[in-house]
């Protein structure tokens, strides 16, 4: 959810900050004071191209900044985390700066990041929808995707693309094995390649345990020395465990003092404590051996292994990977008729597998596909379409990584008109008016947390504005909803409104924005409604506002 907004220099914009709630947020103004100019800025943070012309008059650079917060598990936290960002307040801040000599500057969290990165992550929190938008939700290639989010079975989709990628590994395997002509030279190579790597006889962790060992044969001389020399000041004619030993002796029968008593304990624990080391420091050096045979193997050994890890893939599990590759070529050289015959027969029950995971999948869709067609049409009833139809229309396909579907949103604004996609039968109001729909339903479904509405109500007016003031309202309970509008009926559904306003002089235009309160709002809506703020104005304004928030 966007939480802040500071903006500097930005076109007609001095210098802003504002504060953001949830709920619906309508931002209303008069014609050409810039209402739109704030849903631009936050386009901008969401990785809009800029330019020098943005810049305001006299200045040499913009400043946008929004602050977000990103709730857990939420996929913009997960790709933030990835990039090695800590999110321990849920809050992040992205800045977008850009000079009046072209350079720009994108930050989050105050660390230098790429705009397309941001726009990775904004895009996951934010959904700016104007009229004239080609939004996503009227193309068809993520109508699927929608009717997903929808069914709410991540589990069997994520089972189903599996199914569809073992398929088609088996498939690919298949078709190389019948492109590719193996000769005698190639068995004979790919043979001796497998002879070596079985021969190593490879074993995960055999290297780095040699290498240690090796390690210790190398500083046999200086260990050995070392540990002689420890001895003898530990135990020998002069050691610390003698003199220790003969120190607990003369304390032994002071009784007299409770401080003496208490340092003979102390002095004979720490006897017990270094004769215990000094026992285990002899034993290590009574068994200590230098064999050279046994250094030699060792050499041997890990050059083997090194070799056979450089020439086959780096590391243990590589080649083993490898030998399993080389045996299932040669295997195909030697026996190419029946290889060919089970890999038939692997690719046909791979694709059973699949395509029984794929069709429960269909039959889910289809049967939720109704409730979602039932749940949209009531959203346009409220939105006064009345006689729109919404259909999901499934066309069977062999299969792909999403299963054994191609899914196609239809709508019918009229009676009597037949269902046709999306993008080719509405426009204008009634174009924004499903949209609004369609928003309603999908948008907590992708986890979106702020939609924005800029004038997307042109062209509508009485009962019909007010549907969509009051949708718009009840989509704000679920996300974070800003709506640029020209209509009272609109704006009167907010739960926080802002006016925009244009101040001018002999030198200058600023662009302000600050939220009104009940009463501020009670007479921007008497003016939206009637350019006016008479009494009469002002009570139809009142009741207006006291029906919308009802």
Do not use: W
């Not at 012309?53 to 985390?81: C, D, W, Y």
């Not at 200086?222 to 304390?251: H, M, T, V």
């Not at 590391?315 to 030697?334: C, N, Y």
């Amino acid at each position: 959810m966007l939480t802040g907004m500071y903006v500097k220099d930005f076109v007609l914009i001095d210098e802003i900050h504002l504060d953001f709630c949830e709920g619906m947020s309508a931002f209303t103004g008069e014609t050409g004071a810039g209402k739109s100019l704030l849903i631009d800025a936050i386009g901008i943070l969401c990785g809009d191209r800029v330019n020098a012309s943005m810049i305001k008059q006299g200045k040499e650079k913009a400043v946008i900044e929004g602050v977000f917060t990103v709730t857990k598990n939420h996929p913009a936290r997960m790709l933030l985390e990835e990039a090695g960002y800590d999110i321990d307040d849920d809050t992040i801040v992205i800045q977008r700066t850009f000079t009046q000599e072209g350079k720009s500057i994108a930050r989050l969290n105050y660390r230098t990041t790429t705009v397309s990165f941001v726009k990775k992550v904004l895009g996951t929190l934010i959904d700016i929808h104007s009229q004239h938008d080609n939004q996503y939700l009227l193309n068809n290639k993520y109508h699927l995707t929608l009717l997903d989010h929808y069914l709410d079975e991540p589990s069997l989709c994520r089972e189903v693309s599996e199914c569809y990628r073992v398929y088609q590994t088996i498939t690919q395997e298949l078709q190389e094995s019948l492109n590719n002509d193996y000769n005698e030279d190639d068995l004979e190579f790919l043979t001796y390649q497998l002879n070596e790597i079985t021969d190593a006889e490879l074993k995960e962790g055999e290297l780095e345990a040699l290498e240690e060992e090796a390690k210790r044969f190398m500083a046999f001389e200086k260990i050995s020395a070392a540990l002689s020399q420890c001895l003898q000041l530990l135990n020998g004619d002069q050691g610390a465990d003698p003199a220790i030993y003969e120190a607990c002796r003369l304390l032994e029968n002071l009784n007299e003092d409770e401080t003496l008593i208490q340092s003979h304990d102390k002095l004979l624990e720490l006897y017990y404590a270094l004769d215990e080391q000094y026992q285990l420091l002899y034993d290590y050096v009574d068994h200590m051996e230098y064999d050279e045979q046994r250094v030699n193997e060792i050499n041997e050994r890990i050059f083997t292994i090194r070799k056979i890890l450089r020439k086959y893939g780096g590391d243990v599990k590589s080649v083993m990977a490898k030998h399993a590759e080389l045996e299932r070529r040669i295997d195909l050289i030697l026996h190419r008729s029946d290889f060919l015959r089970k890999q038939e027969i692997k690719q046909k029950e791979a694709y059973t597998a699949f395509y029984a995971k794929a069709k429960v999948l269909h039959d889910l869709r289809v049967a939720k596909a109704q409730e979602l067609e039932a749940a949209i049409v009531t959203q346009l009833r409220d939105l006064q379409l009345e006689y729109a139809r919404f259909h999901v229309s499934f066309q069977a396909i062999e299969g792909n990584s999403h299963g054994i579907d191609a899914v196609e949103f239809l709508i019918s604004m009229n009676k009597g008109e037949a269902l046709k996609p999306l993008q080719t039968t509405a426009s204008g109001g009634e174009l924004s008016r499903l949209m609004l729909g369609l928003k309603t339903i999908f948008t907590s479904l992708q986890g979106i947390e702020t939609v924005i509405f800029d004038e997307i109500d042109t062209g509508v007016s009485g009962s019909v504005a007010f549907a969509i003031g009051k949708k718009m309202q009840q989509l704000g309970r679920q996300t974070q909803v800003f709506c640029v509008t020209h209509l009272a009926q609109v704006a009167a559904c907010a739960m926080h409104h802002y006016l925009v306003e244009k101040h001018q002089n002999e030198t200058s235009t600023n662009t302000q924005i600050h939220e009104l309160d009940e009463t501020s709002r009670i007479k921007e809506l008497a003016t939206i409604a009637s350019d006016s703020i008479s009494p009469s104005a002002l009570s139809a304004a009142r009741e207006l506002y006291q029906k919308a928030q009802s």
